[in-house]
């Protein structure tokens, strides 16, 4: 998986969600019209049981440095919601146009022991069908 630029602080918010028994992180996203955005994050100790569905990521869910030696500290300020968003737009946004004109919508699974990000995307297209008629009066 390749991870943002700021591969450091991706993977120390990787290693704190394992941590706290976080092995999925999903979400739902759509978009249409020139905007698109993440609309919902979902974590998972296992695929076919829901851990947490947050709009927030859980007060719980702590950083230890000691833990982690090798990785940078995220601060509480640093782990939020959007920290887990950025860890999937950099994906998002290099795989089919989901976010401009009619849009689309779709899902995503990162698998934080294998390292691996599946996602599901649709996208919407106006189909135009052209007819022409000729009618003697």
Do not use: C
């Amino acid at each position: 998986m390749k991870m943002s630029k700021n591969k450091e602080k991706d993977l120390a918010i990787m290693m704190t969600l394992l941590h706290n028994g976080v092995n999925y992180v999903g979400i739902t996203y759509s978009g249409g019209g020139d905007d698109g955005a993440i609309d919902e994050i979902f974590l998972f100790n296992k695929l076919d049981e829901e851990f947490i569905q947050t709009g927030e990521l859980p007060s719980d869910i702590s950083y230890n440095k000691e833990d982690y030696p090798n990785t940078v500290t995220v601060d509480d300020k640093d782990f939020n919601n959007d920290a887990i968003e950025n860890l999937f737009y950099p994906h998002l946004n290099n795989i089919e146009d989901w976010w401009n004109n009619d849009g689309g919508y779709g899902s995503a699974v990162l698998d934080l022991q294998r390292m691996m990000l599946e996602i599901d995307n649709h996208t919407y297209y106006t189909e135009v069908h052209d007819h022409h008629n000729s009618i003697e009066l």
